[in-house]
């Protein structure tokens, strides 16, 4: 089953960025679509963007699309997602996962956007 730990997350203005990271154990991660999600205070978890196996399709929710771009390092067992013009309804806990997700969560890592 996957293990993943996300981090690169913390405090940020509106208008900057940051970089999350998430290292997954378990499949072979070259094999697998990967995706973040995330979930604000108080709502359900929602889908934010997906990267195929090779990086070569990836997919945004239109709530970030041309902010947030996803990538993967095969090699590592990692995928990323950096985050530009950050906002405060960005403000979340950030996880990775396969897509579709298994049912094995990481912590996550938080994201907090301040005016």
């Known amino acids: 089953q996957a293990q993943a730990v996300e981090s690169g997350g913390g405090l940020v203005q509106a208008g900057g960025s940051l970089r999350l990271s998430c290292v997954v154990s378990g499949p072979p991660f070259s094999l697998y679509y990967m995706a973040w999600f995330r979930q604000a205070p108080g709502k359900e978890r929602e889908f934010v963007s997906r990267?195929?196996?090779?990086?070569?399709?990836?997919h945004y929710a239109d709530s970030v699309q041309g902010r947030f771009t996803i990538s993967r390092d095969n090699a590592k067992d990692t995928v990323f997602l950096q985050m530009n013009d950050l906002r405060p309804e960005d403000t979340a806990v950030y996880y990775c996962?396969?897509?579709?997700?298994?049912?094995?969560w990481g912590r996550g890592t938080q994201v907090t956007v301040s005016t």
């Open positions: 990267i195929s196996q090779n990086g070569g399709v990836t």
């Open positions: 996962n396969l897509f579709p997700p298994s049912s094995s």
